[in-house]
Antibody, heavy 118, light 107 residues
Framework: EVQLVQSGAEVKKPGESLKISCKGS????????IGWVRQMPGKGLEWMGI????????RYSPSFQGQVTISADKSISTAYLQWSSLEASDTAMYYC???????????WGQGTKVTVSS | EVVLTQSPGTLSLSPGERATLSCRAS???????LAWYQQKPGQAPRLLIY???SRATGIPDRFSGSGSGTDFTLTISRLEPEDFAVYYC????????FGQGTKVEIK
């Protein structure tokens, strides 16, 4: 079964760092780009960026460039999204998703809920 | 950056009725790069339509997509109880973007 499994919910304080993960299985991880999508509470979907795990080629939405870092470790079929200094406004659900040819996202992780509060 | 505007914001319909959802782009989008997703509360989005009109694996044929240029439509021919959800369109044109969503609610 093709799936993306994300790391668990996080509760952090402003200024703290965080790295969440997305592990792929059931397919060739390096054959598909992996994207990250933010969904703030009660709001819509926002594309953050995308990475090709094979060579770590990464593209960012202008809205998120410099705010987060996307990386991948192909040896363990895992992509990451990280923050160096969280803000309360980073509170959201974060999804990873596999980009099929298209490009659209055909397989989604279950989401990682990030709460930033003092 | 391409901005996608979905309408209406909310669609109130009864099971068995036809739903027509609109997605308008601020500039021309290749039909190959337009997709639709369904999201239910507490769940991740699910791909319904890619390439403007191709159904994703396992998607019932009551879902159909159409359109080109700047105007795209998702049609649900007969609403089933499980179809009440939020629907998003998404495009790629050197960057990705999503519409703000249309909520299909039970009337």
């Amino acid at each position: 079964e093709v799936q993306l499994v994300q790391s668990g919910a996080e509760v952090k304080k402003p200024g703290e760092s965080l790295k969440i993960s997305c592990k792929g299985s059931g397919y060739s991880f390096t054959s598909y780009w992996i994207g990250w999508v933010r969904q703030m509470p009660g709001k819509g979907l926002e594309w953050m960026g995308i990475i090709q795990p094979g060579d770590s080629d990464t593209r960012y939405s202008p809205s998120f460039q410099g705010q987060v870092t996307i990386s991948a470790d192909k040896s363990i079929s895992t992509a990451y999204l990280q923050w160096s200094s969280l803000e309360a406004s980073d509170t959201a659900m974060y999804y990873c998703a596999r980009q099929r040819g298209g490009p659209s996202f055909d397989v989604w992780g279950q989401g990682t809920k990030v709460t930033v509060s003092s | 950056e391409v901005v996608l505007t979905q309408s209406p914001g909310t669609l109130s319909l009864s099971p068995g009725e036809r739903a027509t959802l609109s997605c308008r782009a601020s500039q021309r989008v290749s039909s190959s790069y337009l997709a639709w997703y369904q999201q239910k509360p507490g769940q991740a989005p699910r791909l319904l339509i890619y390439g403007a009109s191709s159904r994703a694996t396992g998607i019932p044929d009551r879902f159909s997509g159409s359109g080109s240029g700047t105007d795209f439509t998702l049609t649900i021919s007969r609403l089933e109880p499980e179809d009440f959800a939020v629907y998003y369109c998404q495009q790629y044109d050197s960057s990705y973007s999503f519409g703000q969503g249309t909520k299909v609610e039970i009337k």
